[in-house]
């Protein structure tokens, strides 16, 4: 839940709100327009209470609404602990009233322009995650330019390795550990960390 500290900041002109949110997905393909199971949004990096989001989608209504599976990663998951399994594919909702709920979720926090979205690879959440809002005709809740890529973040930062996540393959425990992580790397270059990068020899 937004505080009222949060609120009042917002109204304080000239006050820039950023409120980083990390995503995580758990999907049954690994491209635009797969069926979604669920998704974990967690705050981090502020110095406010707010709360998380997760919810789980059905994967028949998914598939009705013309989201599809991709057979390599439907096989993945039979591989996976049938608890792992079952929380996956859990879903009762839709996926449009689930998408609607995260953009009354953003739309909380703050407006478009101060949300800004995390996911694990500049190439899977986040836009696994736009797709399935422009496919439903569902206005996208934070601005485009608002994108981050949280697997970039952590290659840049070595030093500080991931801890381990109490529920792989759970959207809302991995989202949990990365934003964790996150925050350890961010307060790292804060004090003046320098990030490593690519480099050819």
């Known amino acids: 839940m937004i505080t009222a500290i949060t609120k009042a900041l917002q109204n304080v002109k000239g006050y820039e709100m950023i409120v980083n949110l990390m995503c995580d997905l758990e999907t049954t393909g690994t491209e635009p327009g797969c069926c979604i199971l669920s998704i974990a949004l967690v705050p981090f990096a502020t110095d406010y209470a707010l709360d998380t989001f997760y919810e789980t989608i059905s994967h028949r209504l998914s598939l009705d609404a013309g989201f599809t599976d991709d057979e390599a ?8 602990k049938p608890e792992i399994q079952e929380e996956a594919f859990s ?3 839709s996926p449009y009233s689930v998408l609607e709920s995260v953009s009354a979720y953003m739309a909380n926090l703050g407006e478009p322009k101060e949300i800004h979205l995390w ?9 696994i995650l736009a797709h399935a ?6 206005k996208q809740p934070w601005h485009y330019r608002n994108n981050w890529c949280y697997r970039d973040l952590a290659k840049q930062y070595p030093m ?3 801890g381990n996540v109490m529920a792989a ?3 809302l425990a ?9 925050e350890i790397i961010m307060a790292g ?5 320098p990030a490593t990068f690519p480099r050819t020899i």
């Open 73 to 80: 990663t439907l096989l993945w998951w039979d591989k996976q």
């Open 91 to 93: 879903g009762i909702r």
């Open 119 to 127: 996911g694990n690879g500049k190439d899977f959440d986040n836009v």
């Open 133 to 138: 809002f422009k496919k439903l005709g569902i």
């Open 160 to 162: 500080y390795p991931k």
């Open 169 to 171: 393959h759970n959207a």
């Open 174 to 182: 991995d989202a949990a550990a990365q934003a964790r992580h996150a």
């Open 189 to 193: 270059a804060s004090r003046g960390v």
